[in-house]
């Protein structure tokens, strides 16, 4: 049972534009939504993340929106650079228990010049 | 701080063989996971520890065993290695206090393959 669904698979922007990555979850006990950012070869890292008591999270040129009600969040990457080529993942947790991050299928960025 | 570390960082494996992958931590981490990474299906979780001396199994635990014999490691244990388990294995851990909203930090991943 796939807990978190992630679309689009795969995107392609071009330099300057927005990139746009959506979540849908069904679990309405997680309570912690982190973006995770992944390098080739690497291990992922954590871009941002937000709570469901905020609609809104804003890091530099992301920023993710949460909706509670639909159970959806996405990632916008604005004025996307082909620094941000990478594979996007969404992830969802409860802050209690296990504290298990349950993961988004990811989305391959592609910035193109 | 080296973070979070994984050896080895590629291994082939034959059908039928056991090995052992090693997490270290340095961050005085409590919690410690292990995942799996295979195309087009996100990280699923194998096995986790929520302190030293325990473990718990995760969404897809059937053909591993885990260990935390110490706090800043956590190994993960292949005893009869079948083709299903070749993937990229990651090791993750995150802080339990308070206000760290369980940022996992992951190593750089053991690709594995099995013939």
């Known amino acids: 049972q796939q807990q978190v669904k992630q679309s689009p698979q795969s995107l392609i922007v071009q330099k300057g534009g927005i990139s746009i990555i959506n979540c849908a979850y069904e679990?309405?006990?997680?309570?912690?939504f982190p973006w995770y950012q992944q390098f080739p070869g690497k291990g992922p890292a954590l871009l941002i993340a937000?709570?469901?008591?905020?609609s809104e999270k804003k890091e530099g040129r992301f920023t993710i929106s949460f909706n509670k009600s639909a159970k959806q969040f996405s990632l916008h990457i604005m004025d996307s650079q082909p620094g941000d080529s990478a594979t996007y993942f969404c992830?969802?947790?409860?802050?209690?228990?296990?504290?298990?991050?349950?993961f988004g299928s990811g989305t391959r960025l592609q910035v193109q010049p | 701080n080296a973070g979070v570390t994984q050896t080895p960082k590629f291994r082939v494996l034959k059908t039928g063989q056991s090995m052992t992958l090693l997490c270290a931590q340095d961050?005085?981490?409590?919690?410690m996971y292990w995942y799996r990474q295979d195309p087009g299906m996100g990280l699923r979780l194998i096995h986790y520890?929520?302190?030293?001396?325990?473990?718990a199994k995760g969404e897809v635990p059937d053909g591993y065993n885990v260990s935390r014999l110490k706090k800043q490691n956590f190994l993960l244990g292949l005893e009869s290695a079948a083709p299903s388990q070749t993937s990229v294995y990651f090791c993750?851990?995150?802080?339990?206090?308070?206000?760290?909203?369980?940022?996992?930090?992951f190593g750089p991943g053991t690709r594995l393959t099995v013939l």
């Open positions: 993750a851990s995150s802080s339990n206090l308070a206000g760290t909203y369980n940022e996992q930090f």
């Open positions: 679990n309405t006990a997680f309570d912690y």
């Open positions: 937000i709570r469901p008591d905020v």
């Open positions: 992830a969802a947790s409860k802050q209690t228990g296990r504290r298990a991050l349950t």
């Open positions: 961050m005085n981490h409590e919690y």
């Open positions: 520890s929520v302190g030293e001396g325990t473990t």
